[in-house]
């Protein structure tokens, strides 16, 4: 599998965006998903996981109420909705795909990483 992230971009305190997560090849949709982010001169850090059939969520406490994760097996795509965005959501933001979603919620043994896409919130 490999994974394009895409939709970062520069937004306003307050603002929204939407970020995408295309996926190759025939077993998208057997995967979890996953988003992650890293802010400058932080570790990386876990974001929303959703299993292969949409029906199990994750987020992290940060982003719970704000972000929201779906995806679209159909289209081999996982998408990653920010709502209420403020400074402290600056990051780069990568998506990453596992069978397990215990595996992709705790970011340890994942199989695939998407590339990143940078999210600049100006306040």
């Known amino acids: 599998v490999q994974l394009q992230a895409s939709g970062g971009g520069l937004v306003q305190a307050g603002g929204s965006l939407r970020l995408s997560c295309a996926a190759s090849g025939r077993t998208f949709s057997t995967y979890a998903m996953g988003w992650f982010r890293q802010a400058p001169g932080k570790q990386r850090e876990f974001v929303a996981a959703i299993d292969w059939s949409g029906n199990s969520i994750v987020y992290a406490d940060s982003v719970k109420g704000r972000f929201t994760i779906s995806r679209d097996n159909a289209k081999n795509t996982v998408y990653l909705r920010m709502n209420s965005l403020n400074a402290e959501d600056t990051a780069v933001y990568y998506c990453?795909?596992?069978?397990?979603?215990?595996?992709?919620?705790?970011?340890?043994?994942?199989?695939?990483w998407g590339q990143g896409t940078q999210v600049t919130v100006s306040s």
């Open positions: 990453a795909a596992d069978p397990v979603l215990s595996s992709v919620r705790a970011g340890r043994g994942i199989d695939f």
